[in-house]
């Protein structure tokens, strides 16, 4: 998460919704500077889930489409020609609603990239929404639903490659769930970048 002053916006946080995060301080510390990511990067620990979410500034909330779509460009530049970043991870970038509530339709762009583990063109049928993203990660990971919309939201589980390269999966009998068919376990990274204009990142 970018920090500059005002430019930072609590509510494009989703985790401090959260009471187990809110009120736990060593959860509270997992949320960082968005510096953090190229630290991690540049040392080689990215962590299995980020949440990436610019500031009001480069997310067009405070300037314009241009704005953002450069800063975005040059952003997805550096990282996506990264074989450090984009090696095993799956990256997504997705954007909030519009402000037209009476347009039912609000049909919202989401892309992703991670040649590691996705179907090359594949065309997965269905009308998906911003809760298919957690229950991807809940699939993924074999974790319990929150128990909301993410309980119906339609599945992407279908974006996955039948097989996935052995060294970014491991052997393990303690979790459960869609991901872990023949106990294979995908250990990829997910960044969602979210732009509020909106820019999701999963790896």
């Known amino acids: 998460m ?112 991670g040649t590691d583990y996705l179907h090359s063109g594949v065309n997965i049928s269905g009308t998906f929404n911003h809760y298919s993203l957690p229950k991807l990660l809940e699939e993924n990971w074999g974790l319990g639903s929150l128990g909301r919309n993410d309980v119906t939201a339609p599945s992407l589980m279908d974006i996955w490659r039948p097989t996935v390269n052995s060294n970014n999966a491991s052997i393990d009998t303690t979790v459960t769930g869609k991901a872990s068919r023949n106990a294979i376990i995908r250990k990829l990274p997910v960044v969602i970048c979210y732009l509020l204009i909106v820019i999701s990142m999963i790896y």
């Open 2 to 113: 970018e920090l500059s002053n005002s430019l930072y916006v609590r509510r494009h946080n989703p985790f401090m919704f959260s009471t187990t995060v809110r009120n736990n301080i060593t959860e509270c510390e997992k949320i960082v500077n968005a510096a953090q990511l190229e630290i991690d990067l540049a040392n080689k620990q990215l962590p299995q889930f980020s949440f990436y979410t610019p500031n009001n500034k480069n997310n067009a909330h405070d300037t314009d489409l241009n704005y953002a779509g450069n800063y975005l460009q040059n952003w997805l530049n550096i990282h996506l020609n990264n074989p450090a970043f984009m090696n095993g991870t799956l990256l997504i970038v997705t954007f909030d609603e519009d402000n037209n509530n009476a347009d039912r339709t609000n049909h919202i762009p989401a892309f992703m990239w």
